[in-house]
């Protein structure tokens, strides 16, 4: 079974080819002020129409208002909502469409919240917990104990992120049994900056799992 890919936090026509070039089956744009990786809803729009049905297109967003969501969506047209704040089921259950929620690990504790989402989004992701005095939810380069999801009874069909590069993609895998993996950092130059050479060997390394 082939591993899914999303890489997250584009930002430039080139890096968006780059990722379809390499096969990527998802690509996210992030909508949140804070993040070096913010884009308006017009650049996403552009970007999102120049993925031309290659790829499903993601937006991210951190506890932002429906209204703000609803409206980005009409405009960009993304296929997906990414939750990746402190969003109860009910908000994101209201939403409609395809949702997901990011679900930030530190220990196997952490692990419980994805259960009060059944029903609510179509798919969790796993994340590293930041330090609480973090300004980002994701996209830090850091990673969990991937051990933790050995074993795991999910409840909700799920995806990977967290510290993820092309140099370890094929551990995640084996130690997770992922079959989507998400990626922001570990394809970038600096903070917000994506790398299409980056972008590529990520994508190769995940088509070789």
Same mark, same amino acid.
């Given at each position: 079974?082939?591993?899914?890919?999303?890489?997250?936090?584009?930002?430039?026509?080139?890096?968006?080819?780059?990722?379809?070039?390499?096969?990527?089956?998802?690509?996210?744009?992030?909508?949140? *002020?804070?993040?070096? =990786?913010?884009?308006?809803?017009? $650049?996403?729009?552009?970007?999102?129409?120049?993925? /031309?049905? =290659?790829?499903?297109?993601?937006?991210?967003?951190?506890?932002?208002? *429906?209204?703000? %969501?609803?409206?980005?969506?009409? $405009?960009? =047209?993304?296929?997906?909502?990414?939750?990746?704040?402190?969003?109860?089921?009910?908000?994101? *259950? /209201?939403?409609?469409?395809?949702?997901?929620?990011? %679900?930030?690990?530190?220990?196997?504790?952490?692990?419980? /919240?994805?259960? $009060?989402?059944?029903?609510?989004?179509?798919?969790?992701?796993?994340?590293?917990?930041?330090?609480?005095?973090?300004?980002?939810?994701?996209?830090?380069?850091?990673?969990?104990?991937?051990?933790?999801?050995?074993?795991?009874?999910?409840?909700?069909?799920? %995806?990977?992120?967290?510290?993820?590069?092309?140099?370890?993609?094929?551990?995640?895998? =084996?130690?997770?049994?992922?079959?989507?993996?998400?990626?922001?950092?570990?394809?970038?130059? *600096?903070?917000?900056?994506?790398?299409?050479?980056?972008?590529?060997?990520?994508?190769?390394?995940?088509? $070789?799992?």
């Amino acid at each position: 079974m082939p591993v899914h890919t999303k890489i997250c936090g584009l930002s430039t026509p080139e890096t968006l080819d780059a990722a379809l070039a390499g096969g990527a089956s998802h690509v996210g744009f992030v909508f949140f *002020a804070k993040s070096p =990786r913010n884009v308006t809803p017009e $650049q996403a729009a552009a970007l999102v129409a120049r993925t /031309a049905g =290659r790829a499903r297109t993601v937006g991210l967003f951190v506890d932002a208002e *429906a209204r703000f %969501i609803d409206a980005v969506r009409r $405009q960009t =047209r993304i296929d997906v909502v990414q939750l990746h704040g402190s969003e109860a089921a009910v908000f994101a *259950a /209201a939403l409609g469409g395809e949702v997901w929620k990011a %679900i930030p690990v530190r220990t196997g504790a952490d692990l419980t /919240a994805a259960v $009060q989402y059944r029903g609510a989004v179509s798919r969790i992701l796993y994340d590293a917990k930041p330090p609480k005095c973090a300004d980002l939810p994701g996209g830090t380069g850091m990673r969990f104990d991937w051990k933790l999801l050995t074993g795991h009874s999910h409840p909700l069909p799920w %995806i990977l992120a967290g510290g993820l590069d092309a140099d370890n993609v094929a551990e995640a895998v =084996r130690v997770t049994g992922a079959s989507m993996l998400d990626v922001s950092s570990g394809v970038e130059s *600096a903070p917000g900056v994506k790398d299409v050479d980056k972008i590529g060997a990520f994508l190769k390394a995940a088509s $070789q799992c």
